[in-house]
């Protein structure tokens, strides 16, 4: 038999962390996945984790566990697929280290991921915008703070992990003024910052002076924001920009709505794709084409491209009120 504990502990710091060098976030995402998933197995065969064989892991217990997951603890496909990401990775390295579970292990492999269903993404008009931002006091050092960020984010389409990782040495502010993120995958990136968000990043600097090193926002105990403040702090200013601006109620707004809010900003201001994917830190250009999708506006202009002759440019209008009231429905 082989225990699962020295075989886990040789595939983070043998596999993960020393040769494929990969980055913290992905070390915690794994740790959670088989923390979730020791647990699980506990409860369902009533074995101590530490004494857990790779052999108790078969198909049907890591089946149990992906619907448990979905199931209980109410995760989404996306997650639940990660979730099985890792365990696979942890089932290809014991399958070098002991062929002798190749049955188990190869069972556990030909799981398949769930398809997901893509849905377009949702994105800011520049009405909604301006409402945004004009939502914070700027009488306040959180409002002033707060407007900050959200032009940073809108202006840059940094992750929220980038954001909250931004020191004051990260941006530029001279002749060519840009902000410096280490992103996801361990690729480093310039974004060149327009003047709007760089006098409200300069007015920020120059109200809280500190080190290079000092992050670039904090919070009241001068702490870095966390991602959970980031979606705070959103979510505070969408409900007081929704007063101003009513068609905010009707999009989910997430801290990675502001991220496709700059990519569309780029793409209907007919800016290159490969061009948007460097900015975005894509790694491929086809997670950048998902933007095409979402912009109707592009959509339409491309059909008055292929109108046939003698017919007039845009869409259908019924001529008739009760026509239009037909097509409503």
């Known amino acids: 038999m082989t225990r699962l504990a020295p075989l886990l502990e040789e595939f983070f710091t043998d596999r993960l962390i020393n040769q494929r060098h990969v980055s913290p976030n992905t070390i915690a995402a794994y740790r959670d996945t088989f923390r979730l998933l020791v647990v699980f197995t506990h409860d369902t065969l009533g074995t101590q984790p530490c004494d857990l ?15 448990h997951l979905e199931t209980e603890r109410g995760v989404g496909i996306r997650t639940r697929n990660a979730r099985l990401t890792a365990i696979r990775s942890l089932f290809q390295f014991a399958s070098y ?32 915008i301006q409402a945004l931002l004009d939502a914070p006091d700027p009488s306040t050092r959180l409002g002033r703070r707060d407007r900050a960020v959200l032009a940073l984010d809108i202006q840059t389409g940094l992750r929220v992990s980038e954001l909250v990782g931004l020191t004051r040495g990260d ?46 926002f904090t919070g009241p105990a001068g702490k870095a924001l966390t991602r959970d403040a980031i979606r705070r702090v959103l979510d505070r200013h969408i409900t ?17 709505t502001l991220r496709h809010t700059c990519a569309m900003g780029l793409l209907q201001a007919g800016v290159d794709l490969a061009v948007i994917a460097l900015w975005l830190g894509h790694e491929d250009i086809r997670t950048t084409q998902i933007y095409l999708h979402a912009d109707l506006r592009l959509k339409e202009q491309a059909l008055d491209r292929t109108t046939p002759p003698n017919t007039p440019d845009g869409r259908y209008q019924p001529p008739d009120p009760l026509l239009a009231f037909l097509e409503s429905l």
Do not use: Y
């Open 97 to 128: 280290r002991h062929p002798e579970h190749g049955a188990t292990i190869s069972r556990v492999l030909s799981i398949p991921p769930k398809r997901t269903e893509r849905a377009i993404v949702t994105f800011l008009t520049k009405d909604e």
């Open 171 to 216: 941006i530029e502010l001279g002749t060519g003024a840009h902000v410096r993120c280490h992103g996801k995958g361990r690729k480093d990136r310039i974004t060149p910052l327009n003047e709007p968000t760089r006098q409200l990043i300069g007015h920020w600097l120059d109200e809280h002076p500190g080190t290079p090193s000092d992050p670039l």
């Open 240 to 256: 007081t920009a929704t007063t101003n601006c009513p068609s905010l109620a009707a999009k989910n707004i997430t801290p990675h």
């Open 53 to 67: 064989d790779l052999a108790d892991l078969d198909a049907t217990v890591i089946g149990g566990f992906l619907t």
